[in-house]
């Protein structure tokens, strides 16, 4: 099955956040992307929800942690 591409700013609506936070989670490679040419970016749609779902399961984690600390 072939992985969808996405733009950068299809992947800001998906993460919930702008365009500047999104290149430095790029640039950290937390999600996954190629450029295409020279100036233009496309970004994995998979990882850009993995990258959510692990954001997510972090926070339910340390709510978690929160309550069973007292």
């Known amino acids: 099955m072939l992985e969808r ?13 702008g365009k500047s936070h999104l290149y ?4 950290a490679n937390e999600i996954e992307s190629w450029l295409v040419g020279k100036r233009k970016r496309v970004i994995s749609e998979n990882s850009a929800y993995e990258y959510v779902a692990q954001k997510k399961a972090a926070e339910i984690a340390k709510q978690r942690a929160g309550k069973d600390g007292g």
């Not at 591409?5 to 956040?17: A, D, L, M, S």
């Not at 430095?24 to 640039?27: D, E, K, P, Q, S």
């Open 5 to 17: 591409k996405i733009t950068v700013e299809e992947c800001c609506v998906i993460v919930g956040c």
């Open 24 to 27: 430095a989670l790029l640039n």
